[in-house]
């Protein structure tokens, strides 16, 4: 199914087509240098299944010598999915992961009993300067996990 209907023969037209039940508007905040639009949760939606957090990052623009610093900051009970579009981060935590988030990359992160992790852009990314664009997820984990 497209989200075009133009782009699918198959996908009704006109009064056939379902209403939108809700039209949500994500609220944005500043982390920093960078600005986070979160769509859930919202006034209208407080979750959708499993899903606690929607988040869009960027797309951004960075000057040589910026960039990313999302400090080291606790999580419990939830698994983040982070999607990169564009640019690289560099994520840390304390299982001991060190790696670098590329385009079409995803970093799953499952923060059950607990975990402290970073995101930031360094090194190369930083001398050139960047413009990073991500969507994450952030899902409510089982009691038992």
Known sequence: ???????????????????????????????GGFEVRRALPSVARQMVGPFIFF??????????????????HP????????????????????????????PGAVNWMTAGYGITHSERTDGEERERGQAPFCIQNWVALPKDA
Do not use: C
Request: proline share 8%; charged share 20%.
């Open 1 to 31: 199914m497209s989200w075009n209907p133009a782009l699918d023969p198959d996908l009704p037209k006109g009064d056939a087509v379902d209403a939108i039940e809700t039209v949500i508007v994500p609220r944005a905040r500043d982390l």
């Open 55 to 72: 988040d869009q990052m960027g797309p951004a623009e960075f000057l040589t010598g910026q960039g990313i610093d999302v400090r080291p």
């Open 75 to 102: 999580h419990i009970g939830l698994a983040t999915v982070t999607y990169l579009l564009q640019g690289r981060l560099h994520h840390r935590d304390s299982l001991g992961s060190d790696q670098w988030i590329t």
